[in-house]
């Protein structure tokens, strides 16, 4: 009898023990409830900055290493020149010889006035030249004996934003006289100067004096 009592108390215990599984919600065993996993944030990528151009440098264009310039159109001088001052003289290339004496120098700039489209300037106008180191320059200078005008010369080592005087000699080669003949009432010399600043690039010859744009006239202009 009391064997039976203790094998039936033993089942209870067991059927107790069963039915208190650690997955019962309302057992007091303390069950670990299942955490959902929260989804990690993907980090955002950071661009690269985007490089800033730099921009390239404008070329200066190359200075030549001399100019010869038969003063027949503006191709020669330099940007600097106020062409719309500046005419070219192609009448009576007669009266304006070149230093032989022989030859005709058949276009001459002098202040603008010859195209009907433009007032005549009276005012100083410069023509401009520019090489890549200035020793020399020379110039057939052609003035009228009524008229007369006036030639100097400036240079600059400064590309143009300055300007200095430079001695010029005159070589008279042919005197004006009231014939009308070859040269008639011109008279024509050359000009030449040697003596420029080291580092000059620049010069300029200015026309200056009459109030007639006509006279004085520069031909055929050498710049070393």
Known sequence: MRRREFLASGIGVASLTAGCSS???????????????????????????TPTA???????????????????????????????????DETNPQYFPHQDNGTEDAARFGRAGWADEVDPVTDDVAIVYGVRS????????????SNGGAFALEASTDGGE??????LAEEVYNESDD????????????????????GTQHVRVVLSGSSAHWSPQVGHVTVE
């Open 134 to 145: 200035v020793s020399t320059v020379s110039f057939e200078g052609h003035t009228n004996a």
């Open 162 to 167: 300055s300007w200095g005087a430079v001695d």
């Open 179 to 198: 014939s009308g003949d070859f040269g008639g009432f011109w008279t024509n010399a050359v000009y030449t100067a040697s003596d420029f600043p080291e």
């Open 54 to 88: 730099t921009p390239s440098p404008t070329a200066t264009p190359a200075l030549p290493a001399s100019v010869e310039d038969t003063a027949e159109n503006f191709e020669l001088v330099d940007d600097l020149t106020d062409t719309d001052s500046l005419g070219v």
């Open 23 to 49: 997955g019962d919600p309302g057992s007091g065993g303390g069950s670990t409830a299942t955490e959902t996993p929260t989804e990690a944030s993907t980090p955002t990528a950071t661009p690269p900055d």
